[in-house]
T-cell receptor, first 110, second 116 residues
Framework: RKEVEQDPGPFNVPEGATVAFNCTYS??????FFWYRQDCRKEPKLLMS???SGNEDGRFTAQLNRASQYISLLIRDSKLSDSATYLC???????????FGSGTRLLVRP | SAVISQKPSRDICQRGTSLTIQCQVD?????MFWYRQQPGQSLTLIAT?????????ESGFVIDKFPISRPNLTFSTLTVSNMSPEDSSIYLC?????????????FGPGTRLTVL
């Protein structure tokens, strides 16, 4: 079983749609959780950290369920510029070491 | 976030040769990391580089193949030694910054390496 699992997609949605990505992680000792965005041929950029209380940043909402070891990302009112690969990332064993999921590809069409 | 630069941005190398990749940060950081992203795959941590101590390598990566230097708090190098086509990847450095509840990592632009 992979340490961090994501649906690879692609998710193909029209502009304005709401889309949700899910991610599961296997290490119950993980303490830090993140969503990164990676554009084609670019480095990953931190989109948001994910807290137990859930957090929102504009059109983006992230939630964490520690009991189910599950992380989600909701994007509302999708824009063409949201097209990218979204990486679910958790730390390993409370350490600085990050474990990356394989990513979920999003395509937003006009 | 930190401003991170890497050199070279890309290179094409012959097998058996070595390439040294540089990572420069605009401010002092304690922890720097080197990752590899093979074609079509996600990121894998190669090693952690702390100033004043030897790098810590992850399983599957060894110092002879990927020697790392960390001479000060703003700079690190990763060398890919005795390259083979299987080393063709993007190599990224990252730094850790305290942010909110978690320490967060920020990545350099990457070095795209092709080995012929």
């Amino acid at each position: 079983r992979k340490e961090v699992e994501q649906d690879p997609g692609p998710f193909n949605v029209p502009e304005g749609a709401t889309v949700a990505f899910n991610c599961t992680y296997s290490n119950s000792a993980s303490q830090s959780f993140f969503w990164y965005r990676q554009d084609c041929r670019k480095e990953p950029k931190l989109l948001m950290s994910v807290y137990s209380s859930g957090n929102e940043d504009g059109r983006f909402t992230a939630q964490l369920n520690r009991a189910s070891q599950y992380i989600s990302l909701l994007i509302r009112d999708s824009k063409l510029s949201d097209s990218a690969t979204y990486l679910c990332v958790v730390n390993a064993d409370s350490s600085y070491k990050l474990i990356f999921g394989s990513g979920t590809r999003l395509l937003v069409r006009p | 976030s930190a401003v991170i630069s890497q050199k070279p941005s890309r290179d094409i190398c012959q097998r058996g040769t070595s390439l040294t990749i540089q990572c420069q940060v605009d401010s002092q950081v304690t922890m720097m990391f080197w990752y590899r992203q093979q074609p079509g795959q996600s990121l894998t941590l190669i090693a952690t580089a702390n100033q004043g101590s030897e790098a810590t390598y992850e399983s599957g990566f060894v110092i002879d193949k990927f020697p790392i230097s960390r001479p000060n708090l703003t700079f690190s190098t990763l060398t890919v030694s005795n390259m083979s086509p299987e080393d063709s990847s993007i190599y990224l450095c990252s730094v850790e910054r305290t942010g909110g509840l978690y320490n967060e990592q920020f990545f350099g632009p990457g070095t795209r390496l092709t080995v012929l």
